[in-house]
């Protein structure tokens, strides 16, 4: 029965996606030691270790339900992990290493060269785009307050998700990334927690850009 098999190679991704996202929540842990931005390694804590397995058994669930078993499902399963690295990354340090947000700008221009996902010239305009508006709502909150409230690496994650969606569905992705930050904002303000202490932004735009990718167009 074709359901069945169909069912049981599902299962089989999602467990394996499961089993990778356990094994990345550890390297947010120990890259840092090798790229010198920490002089010990932190032993990754088990809490981690879930939500990196359900992550990104939950990302892959969604690709194999948008795209099935096929090598566009390959692609955006390599962005998730470059995204879920990314995200926790900037979760614990506050950066956004290049490796991964040029990484992804590429890949996605590289898949687009095939039209994935966006014809390349939306996908090459849709990374400038991305960039650019969020060099200059940073640049513009820093002649406001005198002080910087973006880093390039969010720039660059932007890009990163203008080269997959392409220049159309920048504007979404950049509202879509605002409103979930805004919301935890206001739930740390909530909470007790002063206002003014920096949280990162890339976890939002990783978050932004898998919706649009996987929902856009349903």
């Known amino acids: 029965m074709p359901h069945v098999s169909t069912l049981a190679l599902f299962t089989l991704a999602t467990l394996c996606a499961a089993a990778l996202g356990a094994w990345l929540a550890a390297l947010p842990y120990r890259l840092p030691v090798r790229w010198g931005w920490e002089t010990t390694a932190t032993p990754t804590p088990r809490a981690a270790r879930w939500a990196g397995a359900g992550l990104m058994a939950t990302a892959a669930a969604g690709v194999t339900w948008r795209w099935g078993l096929s090598a566009a499902s390959l692609a955006v399963v390599a962005l998730c992990v470059m995204l879920l690295l990314?995200?926790?990354?900037?979760?614990?340090?506050?950066?956004?290493p290049d490796i991964l947000t040029m990484g992804a700008m590429w890949l996605g221009l590289l898949v687009n060269s095939l039209g994935w996902f966006a014809p390349l010239q939306d996908a090459v305009w849709g990374a400038a785009l991305g960039y650019v508006s969020l060099w200059l709502v940073a640049h513009a909150f820093v002649r406001w307050r005198g002080q910087e409230g973006m880093g390039h690496g969010d720039f660059k994650l932007a890009a990163a998700g203008g080269a997959?969606?392409?220049?159309t569905q920048v504007p979404w992705l950049l509202l879509l990334a605002s409103?979930?930050?805004?919301a935890w904002g206001l739930w740390r303000t909530l909470s007790g927690r002063a206002a003014s202490q920096p949280f990162p932004f890339g976890p939002f735009l990783a978050v932004a850009i898998y919706l649009l990718l996987v929902l856009g167009g349903l």
């Open 179 to 182: 409103a979930m930050g805004a």
């Open 164 to 167: 997959w969606l392409g220049i």
């Open 86 to 96: 990314a995200s926790a990354i900037d979760a614990r340090l506050m950066l956004l």
